[in-house]
């Protein structure tokens, strides 16, 4: 079997998870690798969550909020947006792809927008290949 | 040997020394304990040799403190023998607690290191080649030194721990305390993290706290900081908020940030993301430009918010190909 890369979804609850919820209702296609995960708001993504996520096995995590300017508790998203730069400066430190982590700003309306970047995330990982976390766990208490 | 006394060993591993001095910190309260325990073995002040406590039965000794991260076999070797021989042993420090300062090491490799150190490097001599291997052998006989490992290991990675004291060093106030609870059999729950606090150090820093808005970073170097007003708000990296107290707030008491040596506060995972969450939420600006800008001001985050947590953070290790 081909490998198809696993990524985790964090979407808010506001517009991002409905804008993936429309993307179903109009019964878009779209790869389904991406496995959502609602949060109030992508200003409670806490880094934690996205390292815990590659640790136990995600290849990619994918982090969708409101448009700048539309969050639903008015600065959720701008807290995201300061953290992004530093999490993927600090995911490159310790060797991950920083195509693995993504954030984008996907509104309730924008159900096509949510399908094209889950198929172009999952495009760009399956060419990236799994992610080298896992593999260096499983061997890295044996090979000291 | 049958005796009353307390039977003490304290070991070194992957370390600076500072955690050994940090016992001797205790002044004369050291002598209180020489005198009640025997200390068999501490390799910074005492006699007492691997094969001493070698030939040891198991569990003869009431107390081991392990400071150093394990970054060797031989770092290994001497925390499993202590495993054995001791009924209690407490990864003392910040670099037996979560790997330390030498944990840093985890975010490059073995080959670049020994490339650094042996072959590539302005002090060595041009086609240098030789780097140190486990075995050589001369005249027919086999040498060997101790195997230098992959990467950096905490304590708890390799023995089962049942303390762990933080702090680079742990606050003599603290030892003292610790040790007095040991000798009485006041103990916390195995595992539990004892000499701290459970509140953050912000909790105990006397700087006074307003909003924070962070407009530009300043390396300390940089600034003259207000000796009242939380440093964080002054634009200098402060771990304080992402660190544990129980130190005695000894760096930001006297205008040096705090670096995070006493580790997560409990219920934590990974101080470094911790840190990160805070620290760049509270930049002051909603445009991403400015942004990248203001966090240009942070060169090599990642080893400041791991400098002592690399090797318990959930990555652990840099996975670069």
């Known amino acids: 079997m081909s490998y198809e890369p696993k990524i985790v979804g964090f979407l808010c609850n506001w517009c991002s998870y409905t804008g993936a919820d429309l993307a179903g209702t109009s019964r878009i296609h779209y790869a389904p690798n991406v496995r959502i995960i609602r949060v109030m708001c992508c200003g409670r993504m806490d880094p934690t969550f996205v390292i815990k996520a590659l640790h136990d096995g995600a290849d990619g995590v994918l982090i969708c909020g409101c448009h700048p300017g539309d969050c639903h508790y008015s600065e959720g998203n701008y807290k995201m947006?300061?953290?992004?730069?530093?999490?993927?400066?600090?995911?490159?430190?310790y060797g991950i792809d920083e195509a693995r982590v993504r954030l984008e700003w996907v509104s309730a309306s924008e159900g096509q927008r949510f399908a094209d970047l889950a198929s172009d995330m999952a495009q760009r990982l399956r060419e990236l290949g799994p992610s080298p976390v896992q593999v260096a766990q499983a061997t890295d208490m044996a090979e000291r | 040997m049958a005796t009353d006394k307390l039977q003490i060993a304290l070991y070194w591993g992957a370390a600076c020394g500072g955690c050994d001095v940090s016992v001797l910190d205790t002044n004369e309260f050291i002598l209180d304990v020489a005198a009640a325990a025997d200390i068999r073995m501490w390799p910074i002040a005492v006699d007492g040799k691997y094969s001493d406590?070698?030939?040891?039965e198991d569990g003869e000794l009431d107390l081991a403190f392990y400071n150093g991260a394990v970054r060797n076999s031989e770092n290994e070797h001497i925390a499993q023998l202590l495993r054995r021989k001791s009924k209690t042993?407490?990864?003392?420090?910040?670099?037996?607690?979560?790997?330390?300062?030498?944990?840093?090491?985890?975010?490059?490799?073995?080959d670049?290191?020994?490339?650094?150190?042996?072959?590539?490097?302005?002090?060595?001599?041009?086609?240098?080649r030789v780097v140190p291997q486990p075995e050589t052998r001369v005249d027919g006989k086999v040498l060997e030194i101790p195997r230098f490992y992959r990467r950096v290991y905490r304590l708890d990675n390799v023995i089962d721990v049942d303390y762990y004291l933080p702090g680079c060093p742990p606050d003599a106030g603290q030892v003292k305390a610790v040790i007095l609870a040991i000798v009485k059999g006041e103990l916390p729950p195995k595992g539990s993290v004892v000499g701290a606090s459970d509140v953050a150090l912000c909790e105990d820093c006397p700087r006074t706290r307003g909003e924070k808005k962070i407009s530009r970073f300043y390396r300390p170097w940089e600034i003259l900081a207000d000796p009242d007003k939380c440093l964080l708000e002054q634009g200098i990296l402060c771990a304080g908020v992402a660190t544990r107290s129980g130190c005695g707030v000894r760096c930001p008491k006297s205008g040096i940030p705090c670096r995070g040596c006493y580790g997560?506060?409990?219920?934590?995972?990974?101080?470094?993301?911790?840190?990160?969450?805070?620290?760049?939420?509270?930049?002051?600006?909603?445009?991403?430009?400015?942004?990248?800008?203001?966090?240009?001001?942070?060169?090599?985050?990642?080893?400041?918010?791991?400098?002592?947590?690399?090797?318990?953070?959930?990555?652990?290790?840099?996975?670069?190909?």
Do not use: W
């Open chain 2, 89 to 110: 042993v407490v990864a003392y420090g910040s670099c037996a607690y979560m790997g330390g300062i030498p944990g840093l090491a985890n975010l490059t490799n073995r």
């Open chain 2, 112 to 128: 670049k290191i020994l490339d650094t150190a042996y072959v590539h490097n302005a002090s060595i001599e041009t086609g240098n």
């Open chain 2, 264 to 321: 997560p506060l409990p219920g934590v995972v990974d101080q470094g993301a911790k840190l990160l969450s805070a620290v760049s939420s509270v930049i002051d600006s909603k445009d991403p430009d400015e942004v990248d800008r203001i966090l240009e001001g942070l060169p090599d985050f990642t080893s400041i918010a791991y400098r002592y947590s690399v090797a318990s953070s959930l990555l652990q290790r840099s996975y670069q190909q």
């Open chain 2, 53 to 56: 406590v070698e030939a040891m």
């Open chain 1, 81 to 93: 947006m300061r953290r992004y730069p530093l999490l993927k400066k600090m995911l490159a430190d």
